[in-house]
């Protein structure tokens, strides 16, 4: 391997200068919108994601696809035509957009108390404006806030973190496009971090299995810590909306 | 758009030989400046003369209803077909539904259209269901949804226009309640020149300036539909420069040039209900 | 959102007496913010949002080959994309048919030389020219759509920079353009001329602009107007209604009224942005 593709420098710091289990600076904000029930809007590093919820309402197109103990959730991952560096032809429909609509909606099921709403539905849709790495791990963390802004019951959060392995050696988290480009292993990781759950696990390229641990260890590491992040945005939303309706004051 | 390849195995692309031909084709400069000169148009038409107008209905034997206009070598033919319900629809609804496709056949331009619908179809589509969507009564058919289709055989300018007239006479035919008969008349401008049914030189002539100066460099195409009882206008769209005050003279020119049409059309209808009790009457 | 009958007419007395639900009048805009340089990856972007509508434009500059028809012009398409963020019955195929009116108005409205002259984006002649894309992006909306996205596309074009073309190497049928190297030297397109929009809808007896989703509801017809300079650039009639003849001028005497009042106020807020401001959702 040539120099310059090295992931790591010989002082341990990466392309960008972070440190291996250093994430990008997370900014999020929570109902952008009016018009959704749910909106949050999420920036990963410079990958930057919009989501919106509808619902839990009616089943739309047919009352046949309707369950009778639980909630349909619906989820449709859709990127800008500009996000990428070169234009997209289409913002969805294709293969890649499909696949990551429906591993958005495994991870969603797996959070969301369904139960509670049978015979109904809940959209979730989500827009990257700006790719850059992470695309996945930056709409399930939007996709949580815009769930949490819609009030819809979670068991706990749901975060996304990918890790890789660099120069075979040593593990780090949240991969930009410059490093996933460059090569190396990806390892994305869906989890429910106060439970330490795994809900949604893909890897790309190979490591030794000796790896594995480690790697999915540092990537579940990142997902408590992104889990901190949205926690204390969610506070800092619910101050802000309580303080300034007085806290529904009713006397 | 891909193309589809089991129907049409050429070459993806082609053009018109006439663009790589070295012949002496004269400017739009030269053609306007000659138009102006000879002060009538190259059929003998004076600059606000609509073309001559052939009719007739029940053009195509399994349509409900059909209808061919020719307006000189302009040649449309529009059918209807019966109402049917909505198809992909869950909700309800009160009105019933106008589905428009306005199509060039492939042989129909200089330059040979595909058979996919390119964007001009498109939204030649969307202005003729506009402008009968207010034409026929349709809260008398709701949830169900009447299919209108048209089809330039050959286009020598005017097409939407004659296209939506012959639509408004092919929907009666088919019986299809309607509030009024609809005229459409498509005018262009360049400078100060008003070409009322240009053809499609003259068409290609107004739809862009010819000198660079931006004062006085009006050019446009203007097309209307009217019901002419109501003296209601169904649909109105233009495209070009056109400055305020000469939108309001074409309007005018416009309404007198659809109510001019309306009697040809009552003709043309009363024919039709004459052959048609003669035939019953026989049988 | 579906109104009632009661509803409706509660809207219309509000428009009669030029006081809306909002307290506006006749006349008057909702409040509008406008951002520009919103996306990284773009050549010129702008984010524009009108009370709830919200619209991202951006503008990619790729180098293509002129249609050989029109050689010494480049290119520019607008795509429109209706994201289900805005309402769920985008979702999917959902938002195509307005998309798709809405880029054929705009590729209409930018059509005319003086509106947008596409003879600066050649390189050269009949073998290279840049080719603009103009993607749209539907984020949310609260009703005037068209007014909201003709603003944010001249805001989008007025930001965007087109790399210098230093020379161009020629040698055979290859041609190899020198591109700056430098970032910041670019030039602007020029947008003076640009159209602005302008959706007059008519509710009752009487005629307004920037409709909320409300009165959309209740209006019967609506014109929009693309107007470029002093002069009309498209036209266009939407909606089920069909208007009166006065009714059609007295709304193209507003809508023409009202953009020229626009277009200075987007000029007035274009000056006034400064670069390397804090742009973006978070804000």
Redesign the interface.
């Known amino acids: 391997m040539s120099r310059n593709r090295d992931l790591l420098s010989k002082i341990g710091l990466r392309l960008d200068g972070r440190r291996p289990d250093e994430l990008r600076r997370i900014r999020c904000k929570l109902g952008v919108f009016t018009e959704p029930d749910g909106s949050a809007y999420l920036e990963q590093g410079l990958t930057k994601v919009l989501a919106a919820v509808y619902g839990p309402h009616q089943v739309r197109g047919g009352r046949s696809k309707a369950q009778h103990d639980t909630a349909i959730i619906n989820c449709q991952f859709s990127m800008a035509v500009f996000s990428t560096t070169d234009r997209k032809k289409r913002p969805r429909g294709d293969r890649k957009s499909t696949e990551l609509s429906m591993h958005l909606q495994q991870a969603l099921e797996a959070v969301i108390k369904s139960e509670l709403y049978p015979w109904s539905q809940i959209d979730v849709y989500v827009e990257v404006l700006h790719a850059d790495g992470g695309i996945y791990t930056a709409c399930v963390n939007a996709a949580t806030l815009a769930l949490i802004d819609a009030g819809i019951p979670l068991k706990e959060y749901v975060c996304a973190c990918t890790a890789s392995l660099a120069n075979n050696d040593v593990p780090m988290i949240d991969i930009s496009h410059q490093e996933e480009i460059i090569g190396g292993p990806t390892l994305t990781v869906a989890a429910l971090p106060m439970s330490g759950k795994i809900v949604l696990m893909e890897m790309s390229q190979r490591f030794h299995m000796d790896h594995l641990e480690k790697v999915l260890n540092k990537a579940l590491q990142g997902c408590k810590d992104i889990r901190q992040i949205l926690d204390e945005a969610v506070r800092l939303h619910v101050r802000d909306i309580g303080s300034s309706t007085g806290w529904a004051n009713t006397s | 758009m891909p193309l589809d390849h089991k129907r049409i195995n050429g070459p993806d692309e082609t ?1 018109p030989y006439s ?1 790589f031909a070295k012949q002496s084709t004269p400017s739009w400069n030269q053609i306007f400046k000659e138009l102006q000169k000879e002060g009538k148009r190259s059929d003998a038409r004076g600059f606000l003369d609509h073309r001559k107008v052939f009719l007739k209905t029940g053009i195509v034997s399994q349509a409900k209803g059909s209808a061919y206009i020719e307006l000189d070598n302009s040649k449309v033919i529009v059918s209807v077909f019966d109402p049917h319900e909505i198809p992909n629809r ?1 909700d309800y609804s009160l009105k019933g539904e106008i589905y428009c496709e306005f199509k060039f056949a492939p042989f129909s331009c200089k330059k040979r259209r595909l058979h996919q619908k390119d ?1 001009e179809e ?2 030649y589509s ?1 202005i003729m269901k ?1 402008a009968l ?3 026929v009564c349709r809260h008398e058919f709701p949830n169900f949804q009447v299919d209108i289709y048209a089809l330039v055989l050959h286009n020598d300018g005017s097409c939407l226009s004659a296209a939506i007239t012959a639509a408004g006479i092919a929907l009666s035919h088919a019986g299809v309640p309607m509030y009024d008969i609809i005229t459409s008349v498509t005018l262009g401008i360049q400078k100060d020149m008003i070409l009322l049914d240009p053809n499609v030189l003259e068409q290609s002539l107004c ?3 010819i000198l660079d100066d ?1 004062k006085n ?4 195409i203007v097309v209307i539909s009217i ?1 002419n009882n ?15 005050e000469k ?2 003279q074409t ?1 005018e020119l416009l ?1 007198k040039a659809c109510s001019d049409l309306v009697p040809l059309i009552q003709k043309c209808l009363v024919k039709h209900v004459i052959k048609t009790l003669k035939s019953s009457g026989e049988g | 959102m579906s109104l009632c009958e009661a509803e409706k007419t509660f809207v219309l007395h509000g428009v009669e007496e030029n006081f809306r639900l909002d307290g506006r009048e006749r006349e008057d805009y909702r409040p509008m913010e406008l951002e520009t340089d919103i996306v990284l990856h773009a050549f010129g972007s702008a984010r524009l949002r009108l009370a709830n509508t919200d619209v991202l434009v951006a503008v990619k500059i790729e180098i293509d080959v002129p249609f050989p028809e029109r050689s010494k012009e480049g290119k520019l398409e607008f795509f429109v994309d209706c994201s289900a963020n805005a309402t769920p019955d985008f979702e999917g195929r959902g938002g195509e048919d307005l998309a798709v009116e809405i880029a054929n108005t705009l590729s209409s409205a930018y059509r005319s030389k003086h509106a947008f002259d596409l003879t600066k984006l050649c390189i050269l002649k009949g073998k290279k020219c840049w080719k603009v894309y103009v993607d749209i992006l539907l984020l949310e909306c609260g009703g005037n759509l068209f007014d909201a996205v003709s603003l944010a596309v001249k805001a989008a074009l007025w930001n965007t920079q087109v790399p210098k073309v230093h020379g161009v190497n020629i040698d055979g049928n290859n041609i190899e353009l020198n591109v700056s190297e430098e970032l910041y030297d670019c030039d602007r397109l020029d947008v003076k001329n640009a159209p602005v929009m302008v959706t007059v809808c008519k509710i009752g007896e009487k005629c307004i602009v920037d409709p909320s989703v409300a009165e959309e509801q209740c209006s019967v017809g609506s014109i929009v107007v693309a107007v470029s300079g002093d002069k009309f650039s498209t036209v266009l009639q939407t909606g089920t209604g069909s208007l009166h003849p006065a009714t059609l001028m007295e709304s193209l005497k507003l809508g023409h009224r009202v953009a020229q009042r626009l277009d200075e106020a987007l000029w007035a807020t274009l000056r006034q942005i400064k670069p390397g401001q804090d742009v973006g959702f978070l804000k």
Do not use: C, K, R
């Not at chain 2, 109501?230 to 305020?244: E, P, V």
């Open positions: 053009l663009l869950q964007n498109n939204q969307a506009q969507e207010s034409t739809s862009g300036p931006t460099s009006d050019h446009g019901l109501h003296n209601q206008i169904s649909q109105f769209y233009q495209s070009g420069m056109i400055s305020l939108l309001n309007v309404q």
